[in-house]
């Protein structure tokens, strides 16, 4: 997948997965969120389960790579300690 797809893709991936999860990142972020998803859910999808890819803009690799988002979103925020979903603690 050419470099402008990974970017429109993980835009996209990294802006759905902010607001399955809830959290408040910026524009960079979300990006390299979805990004990092689309190479994990990519991963995931084609090793572990045999299916799909991350191979174009198209609604698969955009759920593939939107999933693999909320993993990563979901992994930060667990290592990040818990309560950094754009929710001040006090």
Do not use: C, H
């Amino acid at each position: 997948m050419g470099f402008i797809a990974w970017i429109i893709v993980g835009a996209i991936a990294g802006f759905l997965a902010n607001m399955v999860m809830g959290s408040r990142e910026g524009l960079l972020m979300m990006v390299v969120l979805g990004i990092v998803g689309g190479l994990v859910g990519g991963f995931i999808a084609t090793s572990v389960f045999k299916i799909g890819s991350v191979n174009g803009i198209n609604i698969e690799s955009i759920v593939i790579a939107t999933l693999g988002a909320i993993l990563v979103v979901f992994v930060v925020n667990a290592l990040r300690g818990g309560n950094r979903l754009g929710r001040s603690a006090s």
